[in-house]
């Protein structure tokens, strides 16, 4: 079976400083990697995806992460926050025939401040 | 192009009775996921269903039941509901079951139960 540790539960940075939410996964099988935002009272948008080839992988409103085999981890950055990426932010795991079933972390809030 | 559209968006319902909630998926998309969202154990998958097939099953009661339409509609049904059956479900659609596809969240039914 495959999990997720999303290893702070909430981070608060200042807004315009540089952010890194941490998320680390287990699988015994090839697996591909989401991040998604939530905001409150919303559902869950998609911000970018893993599923081979670069290990850097660019989403929207300015978020990247960096996949790594070996630490198992898909950490999720953002150089310069805003106020407007207050919100709940999720990592994510599915798995080669798994078909749509994702396997999710606890989630980080990412508070920005003035 | 609409996209995956929950309802009811709110609801309230008594300790023993049942309910149904519905989901319509992004047009062309066939795989509908549901996943239940609370504050205690996150977000867990409950079932995917595929062409009206059920493909996955999340470790939930057999309280929780869905199904899938031939238009792709999807419907979910909680009976003899408990307490611990208040959340935040979310329904999802993906155009097919095929790895790392995109995966789109509805912005979910809220269900308290009384």
């Known amino acids: 079976a495959q999990s997720v540790t999303q290893l702070d539960s909430q981070v608060p940075v200042f807004e315009e400083a540089p952010v890194e939410l941490r998320c680390n996964y287990s699988s015994s099988v090839s697996v591909y990697l989401f991040w998604y935002v939530q905001y409150p009272n919303q559902g869950l948008q998609l911000l970018l995806k893993?599923?081979?080839?670069?290990?850097l992988v660019k989403g929207i409103n300015g978020f990247e992460a960096e996949f790594n085999k070996s630490q198992t981890s898909f950490h999720l950055r953002k150089p310069s926050v805003h106020i407007s990426d207050t919100a709940e932010y999720f990592c994510?795991?599915?798995?080669?025939?798994?078909?749509?079933?994702?396997?999710f972390g606890t989630g980080t809030q990412l508070k920005v401040e003035l | 192009k609409a996209g995956v559209t929950q309802t009811p968006r709110y609801l309230i319902k008594t300790r023993g009775q049942q309910v149904t909630l519905s989901c319509s998926p992004i047009?062309?998309?066939?795989?509908v996921s549901w996943y239940q969202q609370t504050p205690g154990q996150g977000l867990q998958f409950l079932f995917e269903?595929?062409?009206?097939?059920?493909?996955n099953k999340g470790n939930f009661p057999g309280r929780f039941s869905g199904r899938q339409f031939s238009n792709s509609r999807s419907e979910m049904n909680v009976s003899t509901l408990e307490l611990g059956d208040s959340a935040l479900y979310l329904c999802a659609s993906s155009s097919s079951d095929s790895r790392g596809n995109t995966i789109y969240f509805g912005e979910g039914s809220w269900l308290t139960v009384v």
């Open positions: 994510a795991v599915g798995i080669t025939g798994g078909g749509n079933k994702l396997t």
């Open positions: 269903y595929f062409s009206e097939t059920q493909r």
């Open positions: 893993y599923l081979s080839g670069s290990t």
């Open positions: 047009s062309g998309h066939r795989s």
